[in-house]
Nanobody
Framework: VQVQASGGGLVQAGESLRLSCAAS????????AAWFRQVPGQDREFVAA????????KNADCVKGRFAIYRDNAKNTVYLQINGLTPEDTALYYC?????????????????????WGQGTLVTVSS
């Protein structure tokens, strides 16, 4: 499956943004998905993950309460809703997918093991 993130942009602190990850190729419903982000010069950071049918989600501690991941398999799309943006959220956001045998749980570990990566979408938050 191929995935492509979109929806980034320049926003002000406190605003919200919804990122989209569109999948093509194989049945996206067979894959768990996740969002990562990376600031230039720093390591890539796990943000959130979701199981095949969306029954399980996991968020990184640093974004809990502000970020929400969800998916619409009919549209082959995973979303990342970001609320209360801060300048520290400025990064290139990537979506990724990994095949999952479980429909309801994210394959362990939720923050690694992804083999399908798309190009990122840039989120810039001004103060």
């Amino acid at each position: 499956v191929q995935v492509q993130a979109s929806g980034g942009g320049l926003v002000q602190a406190g605003e919200s943004l919804r990122l989209s990850c569109a999948a093509s190729g194989r049945a996206f419903s067979n894959f768990a998905a996740a969002w990562f982000r990376q600031v230039p010069g720093q390591d890539r950071e796990f943000v959130a993950a979701i199981s095949r049918v969306g029954s399980e989600t996991k968020n990184a501690d640093c974004v809990k309460g502000r970020f929400a991941i969800y998916r619409d398999n009919a549209k082959n799309t995973v979303y990342l809703q970001i609320n209360g943006l801060t300048p520290e959220d400025t990064a290139l956001y990537y979506c990724a997918a990994k095949r999952s045998f479980s429909t309801i749980n994210i394959p362990y570990p939720a923050n690694s093991g992804y083999h399908n990566w798309g190009q990122g979408t840039l989120v810039t938050v001004s103060s």
